[in-house]
């Protein structure tokens, strides 16, 4: 008796912690595993819509295409919808972070990412960006963080994407009103499948909080360039056997 009211004391209890644990690893298993840093490959391209989010006004669509790839980073081709010569030209590094931004150039790279990535994860860096055109300098004090897997719908379609969030403050070494010193926030979403994000909201303020630019830009089409398969080679002609040879004799003597 005292057997069968310990079980049924017990029962309950262990049952709930069964399903406490089972749904626990349930919920683990359907976490898509850490985002890898992206491989893209020549003639990759994705097509952006770009929108002035600020005054509510759409504005370029613009084919981002990879036409190269080497030491230095991925060189990407910008081109408009219809035009055969790129207008303009950007270069990444290897995990897709901005090097060359139109008259930016940032040393190390813009971290707009830090693989791999999992909801959680934080990082921070720092780098120094030269505008050739104004001839001048600013220094990057960046934050990044991973906010979790989101649903995102985009003119491309739906996705499965890691929401960024990526703050950065901007110092150069004027003050005042031209020093072009201020604030951004970048929120990206991340889709590893295509290697690069499907949408990015730019948010940018000045020295006195003021916001200058409100931008954005969503994934209208992608395309990814399969690799080539290598031609295969003719088949060999088998080796002519070795002739052979008598085995040494061992001598009689010793």
């Given at each position: 008796?005292y057997?069968?009211?310990?079980a049924?004391r017990?029962?309950?209890?262990a049952?709930?912690?069964?399903l406490i644990?089972?749904?626990?690893?349930?919920l683990a298993?359907?976490?898509?595993?850490?985002a890898?840093?992206?491989s893209?490959?020549?003639?990759?391209?994705?097509?952006?819509?770009y929108?002035?989010a600020r005054?509510?006004?759409k504005?370029?669509?613009?084919?981002?295409?990879?036409?190269?790839?080497?030491?230095?980073g991925?060189?990407v081709d910008i081109?408009?919808?219809g035009?055969t010569?790129?207008?303009?030209k950007q270069l990444f590094s290897?995990?897709?972070?901005?090097?060359?931004?139109?008259s930016?150039?940032f040393?190390?790279s813009?971290?707009?990412?830090?693989?791999p990535?999992?909801p959680?994860?934080?990082?921070?860096?720092e780098?120094?960006?030269?505008?050739?055109k104004l001839?001048?300098?600013?220094r990057y004090?960046i934050?990044?963080?991973?906010?979790?897997?989101?649903k995102v719908r985009?003119p491309?379609?739906e996705f499965?994407?890691?929401?960024?969030?990526v703050?950065?403050e901007y110092?150069?070494?004027?003050?005042?009103?031209?020093?072009?010193?201020?604030?951004?926030?970048e929120?990206?979403?991340?889709?590893?499948?295509?290697?690069?994000?499907v949408?990015?909201?730019y948010?940018?303020?000045d020295w006195?909080g003021?916001?200058?630019?409100?931008?954005?830009w969503?994934?209208?089409s992608?395309?990814?360039k399969a690799?080539?398969?290598?031609?295969p080679m003719?088949?060999?002609?088998?080796?002519?056997?070795?002739p052979l040879t008598?085995?040494p004799?061992?001598?009689?003597t010793?």
């Amino acid at each position: 008796m005292y057997q069968t009211r310990l079980a049924r004391r017990w029962t309950p209890l262990a049952l709930s912690l069964s399903l406490i644990f089972t749904g626990a690893s349930a919920l683990a298993a359907e976490q898509p595993p850490p985002a890898p840093a992206p491989s893209p490959a020549i003639g990759d391209n994705w097509t952006y819509q770009y929108t002035d989010a600020r005054n509510g006004v759409k504005g370029n669509i613009s084919r981002l295409e990879v036409s190269a790839i080497d030491t230095t980073g991925v060189h990407v081709d910008i081109h408009r919808p219809g035009g055969t010569a790129p207008i303009g030209k950007q270069l990444f590094s290897a995990d897709m972070n901005p090097i060359d931004r139109g008259s930016m150039h940032f040393a190390p790279s813009f971290a707009r990412y830090a693989f791999p990535l999992t909801p959680g994860k934080e990082w921070n860096s720092e780098a120094v960006a030269d505008n050739t055109k104004l001839g001048k300098q600013w220094r990057y004090a960046i934050k990044g963080k991973v906010v979790d897997w989101e649903k995102v719908r985009v003119p491309a379609g739906e996705f499965h994407a890691l929401k960024v969030i990526v703050e950065a403050e901007y110092r150069g070494k004027d003050t005042g009103p031209n020093s072009g010193n201020g604030n951004l926030v970048e929120t990206v979403w991340f889709v590893p499948e295509i290697n690069n994000f499907v949408k990015l909201d730019y948010r940018d303020t000045d020295w006195q909080g003021r916001t200058v630019n409100r931008d954005g830009w969503e994934l209208v089409s992608y395309g990814h360039k399969a690799v080539a398969p290598a031609t295969p080679m003719p088949p060999t002609a088998p080796a002519e056997p070795a002739p052979l040879t008598a085995p040494p004799v061992a001598s009689a003597t010793r």
